[in-house]
């Protein structure tokens, strides 16, 4: 197994944390909108803690396989065409594994689909609003 580096370590806890502040917000938006919009599209059950944690775990194993990817093909090749194959296969792999997870939320009947499928989204997110804070 790869050995994080001290900056890619850095990046998968902010990861992390951003995904677990997402959940936590996510959770706090459905359990409000089951009990004051939409309790009978919105279960306040297991499902959507299941749906969350397991969304959640895909989204951070999704940003954790693509850093070690990244500091593999850094530390390996000088060679572009070589870095840019390696770098596709990844992608390629990480994206058929969001998609697998997609359709086993929206399959499995322990998962709430709307809480397993928007962890996806907070990585990204969390990126993006640290990027917009000048952080």
Not at 10 to 31: A, H, M, P, R, S
Not at 35 to 63: C, H, S
Request: aromatic share 10%; charged share 15%; hydrophobic share 55%.
């Amino acid at each position: 197994m790869f050995k994080l580096q001290p900056g890619v370590k850095k990046e998968v806890n902010n990861i992390i944390i951003y995904t677990c502040v997402g959940i936590v917000l996510e959770l706090i938006l459905l359990i409000l909108a089951h009990f004051f919009w939409i309790p009978d599209k919105i279960p306040f059950d297991y499902t959507i803690f299941t749906g969350a944690i397991a969304g959640g775990a895909v989204a951070v194993l999704n940003f954790v396989l693509m850093a070690l990817t990244v500091q593999k093909v850094a530390g390996v090749t000088d060679d572009e065409k070589t870095a840019r194959k390696i770098l596709q296969g990844s992608y390629s792999k990480r994206m058929l594994m969001q998609i697998v997870w997609i359709v086993i939320a929206i399959a499995a009947p322990c998962f709430h689909v709307v809480a397993g499928i928007l962890p996806l989204l907070f990585p990204t997110m969390g990126i993006k609003i640290r990027a917009v804070l000048g952080k």
